[in-house]
Structure formats: C-alpha cells, structure tokens
C-alpha cells in the first residue's frame, strides 16, 4: 500500500528557518516524482514544485522558485519543504503528494500526504 | 502561471447532473491532454478523481467523467449524492514543464 506520512504541525515565528518531511512507502520511492502543494486558510491548492528522488532532478513553479527548496534523502524515502526565513504569509497547509509523469500518460498527483500545518506568528 | 478559471460554485439536487468548466489557455489546458481533477472534502488530503482528462482511476465511481475541448476542461458528476458535496479543482500540464491548479469550486447538493 503506497503510503505518505508528512511530519507533524509547526507554529514558528516570522524569521526562522523550516524543514518539513514526507516520508514514502509500499513503492520504489526513487522511481516516481514527488511533489509539494501548498493550500493558505481558506484558499485553494497551489501547486509548488517536484523532485525526482533517483536523481534529484527538481523543478519549481514560478511562483516558488527562490522562496523554499525541495529536496530528497533517498537512503530513508524521505521529501523535504525547506524554508530559510519564513514569513507569516507561509501560514498554511503543505501536502506532499506522488506525482505520476509518463511519457504518453501522466503528470498528475495520485496518492497523497496528511497534510502538515505550518503556522507563522510573531 | 495563472490559476485555471473554475467557477466558485455549482450546486445540484440529488441524482442531477452537474459539470464543472476549468478554463486555461493554449500552453496549458488547450495545449495537452494532462488535465487531472481532484475531490476535497473539509479538513480531508485531496484525492485524484480523473487523470488525462478522461481517466478515472481504480476505485473512483463511474458517475464522475470528464472531458475536454479547446482550452476548457469539464468535470460531470452524474446522479448527484450527498457525500460528493465537497471542494473540486482541476489541474493542468503546462508548457513550463510544470502544474498549475484551478481556482477551485464548491459542489452543493440540495
């Protein structure tokens, strides 16, 4: 059973640095894409960025290039969402997701994460 | 990249039909046949309802279909039951080599 398990909510302050998890299991976590979706109070699912666990190949929406990092230890199946100064408009729900991209068929999220929820307060 | 064009709401009384539009452009939703919808419901992860416009995946009732022309896609849930009352989003491949989400729409049923 294809399984994400993100790691618990964060109630940080604006400035501080962030490093959330999501670790996979019950499939070959190196041969699919995983991604990052972020969803503000309230709001709808904006869609962040992927990597690609087997060679760390990343790519990133406009709209998040440069303000967070995804990154992947393979050794342990793990995904991270890092941020280096957060700022209180990060306050929201972050959701890992598999992401399916096949040549001919593909490029959809099909098994998700619990959600982690960062909270950004002074 | 913009968001897609989704309606804020569609609503429905039990067993209609409702459809939901998600409209994008040339280098998006027009421009390949990776359109995939999701279903969320409040507090819930979303879930995958349809793949490559059309696809549903194992597990997903057939009363959920979608389609596409031009640079619109639809999402049709048929005989309308209460527990699909939820939050529906659309998502497209782009030209960036990325994703982009609709704005997402409230499905009420009466």
């Known amino acids: 059973e294809v399984q994400l398990v993100q790691s618990g909510a964060e109630v940080k302050k604006p400035g501080e640095s962030l490093k959330i998890s999501c670790k996979g299991s019950?499939?070959?976590?190196?041969?699919?894409?995983i991604g990052w979706v972020r969803q503000m109070p309230g709001k709808g699912l904006e869609w962040m960025g992927i990597?690609?666990?087997?060679?760390?190949?990343?790519r990133y929406s406009p709209s998040f290039q440069g303000q967070v990092t995804i990154s992947a230890d393979k050794s342990i199946s793990t995904a991270y969402l890092q941020w280096s100064s957060l700022k209180a408009s990060d306050t929201a729900m972050y959701y890992c997701?598999?992401?399916?991209?096949?040549?001919?068929?593909?490029?959809?999220?099909?098994?998700w994460g619990q959600g982690t929820l960062v909270t950004v307060s002074s | 990249q913009s968001a897609l064009t989704q309606p804020a709401s569609v609503s429905g009384s039990p067993g209609q039909s409702i459809t939901i539009s998600c409209t994008g452009t040339?280098?998006?939703?027009?421009?390949?046949?990776?359109v995939s919808w999701y279903q969320q419901h409040p507090g819930k992860a979303p879930k995958l309802m349809i793949y490559?416009?059309?696809n549903r995946p194992s597990g997903v009732s057939n009363r959920f279909s979608g389609s596409k022309s031009g640079n619109t896609a639809s999402l049709t849930i048929s005989g309308l039951q209460a527990e699909d009352e939820a939050d529906y989003y659309c998502?497209?491949?782009?030209?960036?080599?990325?994703?982009?989400f609709g704005t997402g729409t409230k499905v009420t049923v009466l």
């Open positions: 998502s497209s491949y782009t030209s960036s080599s990325t994703n982009v």
């Open positions: 990597i690609y666990p087997g060679d760390s190949d990343t």
């Open positions: 490559d416009v059309s």
């Open positions: 997701a598999r992401f399916m991209e096949l040549v001919g068929t593909g490029y959809y999220f099909d098994y």
């Open positions: 040339s280098s998006d939703v027009g421009g390949y046949n990776y």
């Open positions: 019950g499939y070959s976590f190196t041969s699919y894409w």
